[in-house]
């Protein structure tokens, strides 16, 4: 880890239907308010795949053993995540009042998985929370958004769960939408992920090492050399839009700005 902090692009994420073992938990707890799943990304530019014009947003994950909440943002708004990213939140004034969090209800990460998120211009409006072995609880929010295309560690646990949906306790159908591609580098194409993952012969999650290694590839292989397929700057350099797609979701109300 470097020396500052971490500027993570916090994904707000709305919840269409709640699981049916979330909905027991959940009640009438939130009252009237919209509860938004919050990702924590590094790669914000990735996200109109999933989120802008008519692109397929694929799902996202969650740690089953990992405790979240969800906390009262505003009057309208509330935000599942982990207590730990919940504190910080509140301490750059994205939940307020500032220093004061409100934790409507607590909620075992495994009770989560199954939700449907709302997925407004997506192909497929069926977008699901999955598991993910590896979520770390200490990191971001505990919610990572997944862009198979472009991050190893999605594009490798998508492929467990389609291999062994009963284990993992999800409907094979859940599973069921491809990576899209959004990025193309010079040396993987228009499928980074894949291409990494194949190369250093990645077999599953539990892969951790060789998995970091090629998050690694992956990232610098974008980020330096990456161009944009889709979206408003289609054609532009990753690094050149990777600010601008921030800026452009944190003006929609779609994302924040969330360091740690
Ligand atoms: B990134 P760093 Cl396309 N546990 O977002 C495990 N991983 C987590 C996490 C947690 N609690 N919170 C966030 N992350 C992931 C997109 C992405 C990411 C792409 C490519 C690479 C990539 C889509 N998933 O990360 O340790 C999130 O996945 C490679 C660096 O703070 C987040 O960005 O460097 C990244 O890890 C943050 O990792």
């Given at each position: 880890e470097g020396f500052g902090p971490t500027e993570y692009t916090g994904i707000k994420m709305e919840v269409a239907e709640w699981s049916p073992a979330a909905k027991e938990i959940i009640g009438e707890k939130v009252g009237g308010r919209k509860v938004f799943l919050v990702a924590a990304t590094l790669r914000p530019e990735t996200i109109p795949a999933n989120m802008s014009q008519r692109y397929g947003q694929t799902n996202t994950f969650v740690g089953t053993a990992i405790k979240y909440g969800i906390f009262a943002a505003n009057d309208k708004e509330a935000y599942l995540c982990t207590l730990r990213a919940a504190r910080n939140m509140a301490f750059q004034d994205i939940?307020?009042?500032?220093g004061h969090i409100e934790q409507l209800v607590e909620i075992p990460g495994s009770k989560i998985v199954g939700t449907r998120i709302n997925a407004p211009y997506a192909i497929n409006p069926q977008v699901y929370v999955l598991p993910m072995?590896?979520?770390?609880?200490?990191?971001?929010?505990g919610v990572v958004t997944s862009v198979p295309s472009d991050s190893p560690d999605d594009y490798q646990t998508l492929l467990d769960l389609r291999k062994k949906p009963e284990f993992y306790g999800i409907e094979p159908s859940w599973a069921s939408i491809d990576p899209v591609p959004v990025i193309s580098t010079p040396t993987y194409g228009e499928m980074t992920a894949p291409a990494v993952v194949k190369q250093l012969k990645i077999q599953s999650q539990k892969d951790t090492k060789q998995l970091a290694e090629a998050k690694e590839i992956a990232y610098k292989e974008g980020f330096y050399n990456g161009t944009m397929l889709i979206g408003e700057f289609k054609g532009q350099s990753v690094q050149e839009a990777k600010p601008k797609v921030r800026d452009a979701m944190i003006k929609d109300g779609l994302a924040f700005a969330y360091a740690e």
């Amino acid at each position: 880890e470097g020396f500052g902090p971490t500027e993570y692009t916090g994904i707000k994420m709305e919840v269409a239907e709640w699981s049916p073992a979330a909905k027991e938990i959940i009640g009438e707890k939130v009252g009237g308010r919209k509860v938004f799943l919050v990702a924590a990304t590094l790669r914000p530019e990735t996200i109109p795949a999933n989120m802008s014009q008519r692109y397929g947003q694929t799902n996202t994950f969650v740690g089953t053993a990992i405790k979240y909440g969800i906390f009262a943002a505003n009057d309208k708004e509330a935000y599942l995540c982990t207590l730990r990213a919940a504190r910080n939140m509140a301490f750059q004034d994205i939940i307020t009042p500032r220093g004061h969090i409100e934790q409507l209800v607590e909620i075992p990460g495994s009770k989560i998985v199954g939700t449907r998120i709302n997925a407004p211009y997506a192909i497929n409006p069926q977008v699901y929370v999955l598991p993910m072995d590896n979520v770390l609880a200490t990191k971001g929010t505990g919610v990572v958004t997944s862009v198979p295309s472009d991050s190893p560690d999605d594009y490798q646990t998508l492929l467990d769960l389609r291999k062994k949906p009963e284990f993992y306790g999800i409907e094979p159908s859940w599973a069921s939408i491809d990576p899209v591609p959004v990025i193309s580098t010079p040396t993987y194409g228009e499928m980074t992920a894949p291409a990494v993952v194949k190369q250093l012969k990645i077999q599953s999650q539990k892969d951790t090492k060789q998995l970091a290694e090629a998050k690694e590839i992956a990232y610098k292989e974008g980020f330096y050399n990456g161009t944009m397929l889709i979206g408003e700057f289609k054609g532009q350099s990753v690094q050149e839009a990777k600010p601008k797609v921030r800026d452009a979701m944190i003006k929609d109300g779609l994302a924040f700005a969330y360091a740690e």
